[in-house]
């Protein structure tokens, strides 16, 4: 075992040395504190008011039992949780604050390493942030979906049946009383949401990474066996430690470069790009929004999971799980991105097999030939905007349309029934002031519902386009990410009602057909100025005040890059 960083608070005979050890004793033996055995923090997001993570004690405790195992010593740490469905504005507001607050308190206690918990949506971006700037090694274990519930005989996919289901209330052609009957069957069991949406995601893409025990990601959070690999892992991360395998071994170009061939064949979240993005920019690896469509655009879909398919998380595992998925597209991976074991990532999927075809595809008989993200350029997004064409409708991906604009979320909600609203299924339903810096924190808003009386029409799709995010759990054909975001002064800020917005995803381009310099002249909106939030103290001032655009991973300024784990100096 190498020289320990937390013998710096327990070696020692002085008075210092003293305290550290006497307040932790409580029944400690000696020797858990004798500045030989590696101290363990497991982040750990349970809370219950983060629903999908409450599961989460039961996992350390088996994480535990692992360090103590391999003879470390193990330390819950709860952190910063955020529970999507529950906080407002909007939890992506929090994640850098949850990020931030782990990184400050690993660095500041006597830890040598650390086991990340997490599961619904910015819990394990926030963690995996945290251990990149603070670079301790560090294992995740991804908390694992809920099993399927059923309603009227149906599987319900948790997000995005809600979505289907509001818009059939919408529509006429289902029930109030149907729809709320509904809500005790959507989620089954302990766990994140059952869909291909961004907890399913960022758990995959985390082992994707390099930064899980292969073969852990995707098990249901009820199954046994996720309370194995915890066990598993509360040993590997004590060996982690001998090793000195820390996220900046871990984590290379490579490693991005394999969790954007998952994403794309899995067919995941829209928001693993922002997160992505961030934890890569903790790293210093040069990960850029055009890496996404460079990498993944030729990588097929071989998933058929629910929001754009069929299937839930819990199929996806007894199909054989993210490992027949990605040995599928084995030649497409870089060989040389290791993972927490120190072995080549690639090597870990040697003996994966397919059990379900349905479910999980071959690669030559794919869901879609092309998955990925397609990243958008033009003068209405010159830094760029992203679009899912696997959740979007074909005919939709090549569009000319009016906009139909709204200044914020609640202007969109006034209007959007309102019966002499001017809309038609050709137009482009345009929100702003729902970037990062406008709401602020960058909500999953874009995906707007369409308006009632084309809904009663029978449409189902329309072309949307916001500086906002959209649930992983949703689908259509949206523009997301539109950046630089209209509160950044983004040319989407001088779109007006009526323009021609021209959407050609085979060319990569969104622009609006106003020449460059009236656009330019044209006053930004003020009614969008009225609606942007001044915070003025506190956390969301200094989120508004250093926030960085999506298409850089909305990180704060001060916050890329990394601190390291030196220790600082003595509190007494
Ligand atoms: Fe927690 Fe969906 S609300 S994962």
């Known amino acids: 075992m190498p020289e320990l960083r937390s013998a710096q608070w327990y070696a020692g005979q002085d008075r210092n040395s003293y305290i550290h050890r006497a307040w932790m004793r409580r029944g400690l033996p000696d020797s858990a504190l004798d500045g030989r055995r590696p101290q363990i923090a497991i982040a750990n997001t349970a809370s219950d008011l983060t629903p999908c993570n409450s599961h989460l004690d039961e996992v350390a405790e088996h994480v535990k039992r692992g360090i103590w195992e391999a003879g470390g010593v193990p330390l819950n740490l709860p952190v910063v949780s955020i529970g999507e469905t529950q906080v407002r504005p909007t939890a992506m507001l929090w994640r850098n604050m949850a990020a931030m607050a782990t990184e400050e308190m690993l660095r500041a206690n006597p830890v040598d390493g650390v086991v990340l918990l997490g599961g619904c949506d910015k819990t394990i971006p926030s963690l995996l942030m945290a251990a990149a700037s603070v670079d301790l090694p560090a294992v995740v274990v991804p908390g694992g979906p809920m099993l399927t519930g059923t309603f009227r005989g149906t599987p319900l996919g948790c997000g995005t049946d809600v979505w289907r289901l509001s818009e059939e209330v919408r529509a006429g052609t289902l029930s109030q009383a149907a729809f709320l009957e509904s ?25 994707a990474l390099g930064t899980v025990l292969p073969g852990t990601a995707g098990t249901p959070a009820p199954d046994s066996r996720l309370l194995a690999r915890s066990h598993e892992t509360g040993r590997l991360i004590v060996e982690m430690v001998a090793a000195d395998r820390r996220p900046s071994r871990v984590l290379t170009a490579g490693s991005f470069h394999n969790a954007i061939v998952a994403l794309a064949a899995l067919g995941g979240s829209t928001n693993a790009v922002v997160h992505l993005l961030a934890i890569a920019g903790r790293l210093g690896v040069p990960l850029t929004l055009d890496d996404f469509d460079r990498v993944g655009a030729d990588v097929p879909l071989l998933v058929d999971l629910q929001p754009a398919g069929k299937y839930l998380m819990e199929d996806l595992y007894r199909a054989g799980g993210l490992a027949a998925v990605l040995r599928e597209v084995a030649d497409l991976l870089d060989p040389d991105a290791i993972d927490v074991t120190g072995r080549p990532f690639v090597a870990s999927l040697a003996e994966a097999q397919i059990w379900d075809r349905d479910v999980i595809r071959g690669r030559e008989k794919p869901v879609l030939p092309q998955a990925g993200i397609a990243v958008l350029r033009g003068n209405l997004a010159p830094a760029g905007a992203i679009i899912k064409p696997a959740a979007a ?54 995906n707007m519902p369409l308006p009632r009386k084309l809904l009663q029409a029978g449409v189902r799709d329309m072309v949307r386009v916001c500086d906002g995010r959209m649930s992983g759990t949703a689908y259509g054909t949206v523009v997301l990410h539109v950046a630089p975001e209209a509160a950044a002064g983004g040319p989407l800020d001088r779109v007006r009602d009526g323009d ?71 509190s007494h």
Not at 187 to 207: F, K, Q, V
């Open 183 to 207: 809500e005790s069957s959507m989620i089954r069991s302990r766990g994140h949401c059952n869909t291909m949406g961004t907890a399913s995601t960022m758990g995959l893409l985390a082992e």
């Open 393 to 446: 409708s074909p005919h939709l991906l090549r569009h000319r349309g009016r906009a139909v604009v709204f200044d914020s979320v609640e202007d969109f909600h006034a209007r959007i029934d309102a019966p002499d609203l001017d809309v038609d299924a050709n137009s482009v339903l345009v929100l702003r002031g729902c970037g990062p810096r406008g709401y602020p924190g960058m909500p999953e808003v874009a």
């Open 500 to 570: 021609w917005i021209v959407l050609d995803v085979d060319n990569r381009r969104l622009t609006v057909d106003v020449p460059d310099d009236e656009l330019a002249a044209r006053e930004p909106s003020a009614a969008l100025r009225a609606a942007l939030a001044r915070p003025s103290r506190g956390w969301q001032k200094l989120y508004v005040d250093t926030v960085l655009g999506a298409e850089v991973g909305a990180d704060l300024d001060f916050l890329v890059g990394s601190s390291g784990d030196a220790v600082s100096r003595e």
